[in-house]
């Protein structure tokens, strides 16, 4: 059953689709889709072209909108909108590790995820055009992963598109992955310096995270272990306008104090406090742990998260066990 409400300048309606775990046995398991349909309000009785919209990740649901943000005002001018959660994220049959377990061992896991590949994504999406478009072609945009999606989806089935707008995914003719990372890697040393060198203070901050995710184990609300590795990748942040100011934001608070987990007194530790608002935790995660990523390391060339500071020769010891950040 379909249900719609609104939002400041928009109808949304929640829609839902059920479609064959394995689109080549089509009177198999099924799993359930869902989608958000959003039109603009002063346009929603009328009929307008349709744009299915395919997140990245690959492993997101698509974004929620709050009224018109971001591009969806531009795409709402004109179309009638499709925010679909791909399989096995959001709202449609997530595969994640809740549910994962329910399918059996690793084996019989890896299987499963077989069938929620860009393909299966695309076949699903043909069946979900078949119903609201009444079979007229849609547009598809495709951003990062969801891109891959709108490539595979003009080689699979060209016939329900009338355009494919794709944003950062667009995959190489004849390069390999690890060229694409070699380019890459230039960039975000210089995106990394240029952050530092706006936020000095974050590099003693990023180097006790990173210390303290080598002493203790860590675990997000997902349920995921916070490693070194995994809190670099805090610097994707890097690569948007404003991500910069986010990640100086997210690091300044990534401890907080709790009565089990008191901080050291040692005059360093009493120096972070000052400066940088630390706090510890031995449960409650704070900002840092609420992201599923974890963040970019020190200055290009220094070791991640092991350097004592620069300012100090004294190296702040280790946390108690019971501390927790992040």
């Known amino acids: 059953m379909s249900v719609s409400y609104r939002q400041p300048g928009v109808v949304l309606t929640d829609r839902r689709f ?7 046995d089509p009177t198999g398991e099924t799993i359930e889709l869902y989608a958000r349909e959003v039109v603009a309000s002063d346009k929603a009785r009328q009929d307008l072209p349709w744009l299915v919209y395919l997140q990245g990740g690959p492993g997101f649901g698509a974004q929620r909108f709050v009224g018109r943000q971001a591009w969806l005002d531009r795409a709402l001018k004109e179309y009638r909108v499709l ?3 791909q399989r096995g994220t959001g709202s449609s049959t997530p595969a994640n590790r809740q549910t994962l377990p329910l399918r059996g061992g690793p084996a019989e896991q890896a299987d499963y995820l077989a069938r929620f590949r860009a393909d299966s994504i695309v076949r699903d999406c ?3 055009r078949s119903e ?3 079979g007229a072609p849609w547009t598809v945009l495709g951003q990062s992963f969801g891109g891959f999606c709108a490539v595979t989806y003009l080689s699979l089935a060209p016939e329900g598109l009338a355009a494919a707008v ?20 230039p960039r975000m040393e210089r995106k990394v310096a ?9 590099v003693e901050r990023a180097r006790r995270i990173a210390e303290h995710l080598l002493q203790h184990e860590v675990t997000l609300p997902n349920g995921y272990r916070l490693g070194v590795e995994a809190f670099q990748t805090l610097g994707i942040l890097l690569g ?14 990534a401890f907080v104090p709790t009565p089990r987990a008191p901080l050291s007194p040692t005059p360093s530790r009493r120096r972070s406090r000052a400066s940088c608002r630390t706090r510890h935790t031995p449960s409650t995660p704070s900002s ?3 992201s599923t990523a974890g963040t970019t390391g020190p200055p290009p060339g220094r070791r991640s998260g092991c350097a004592p500071s620069s300012r100090s020769s004294t190296r702040p010891r280790p946390s108690r066990a019971t501390d927790r950040c992040c």
């Open 18 to 24: 059920t479609v064959p775990l394995d689109h080549a």
């Open 83 to 85: 925010l679909l959660d």
């Open 126 to 128: 043909e069946l979900v």
């Open 132 to 134: 609201v478009t009444g």
């Open 166 to 185: 794709i944003t950062g995914g667009l995959p190489s003719l004849d390069a390999h992955a690890d060229d694409v990372y070699r380019a890459a890697y």
């Open 194 to 202: 240029a952050h530092y060198a706006r936020y000095p203070q974050d």
């Open 240 to 253: 948007s306008g404003e991500g910069s100011h986010r990640l100086h934001f997210l690091l300044e608070d």
């Open 288 to 290: 840092t742990s609420r």
